[in-house]
């Protein structure tokens, strides 16, 4: 599943997407790129989510989807 992600202020590359980067804008651009996987894909479970983002937990994961869900007041 492609996931197209609105441009930032900043270029943000798959490969941040799924590193290890604690980055302000990697995270919030990594946090939506969660969200929208999620919403697209209702059936995905927050464990797949986190293989598909750098192997990262389902609470992780969880806790993303809330965090940007709160930033955009969703």
């Given at each position: 599943?492609e996931?197209?992600?609105?441009?930032?202020?900043?270029?943000?590359?798959?490969?941040?997407?799924?590193?290890?980067?604690?980055?302000?804008?990697?995270?919030?651009?990594?946090?939506?790129?969660m969200?929208?996987?999620?919403?697209?894909?209702?059936k995905?479970?927050?464990?797949?989510?986190?293989?598909?983002?750098?192997?990262?937990?389902?609470?992780?994961?969880?806790?993303?989807?809330?965090?940007?869900?709160?930033?955009v007041?969703?």
């Amino acid at each position: 599943v492609e996931v197209r992600i609105p441009p930032h202020k900043c270029v943000v590359t798959s490969d941040d997407l799924v590193g290890r980067s604690r980055r302000a804008d990697i995270v919030k651009a990594r946090n939506a790129a969660m969200y929208r996987l999620w919403r697209r894909c209702p059936k995905i479970t927050l464990r797949e989510i986190g293989e598909r983002f750098g192997g990262r937990t389902p609470a992780t994961v969880f806790n993303a989807l809330n965090r940007y869900a709160k930033e955009v007041k969703l």
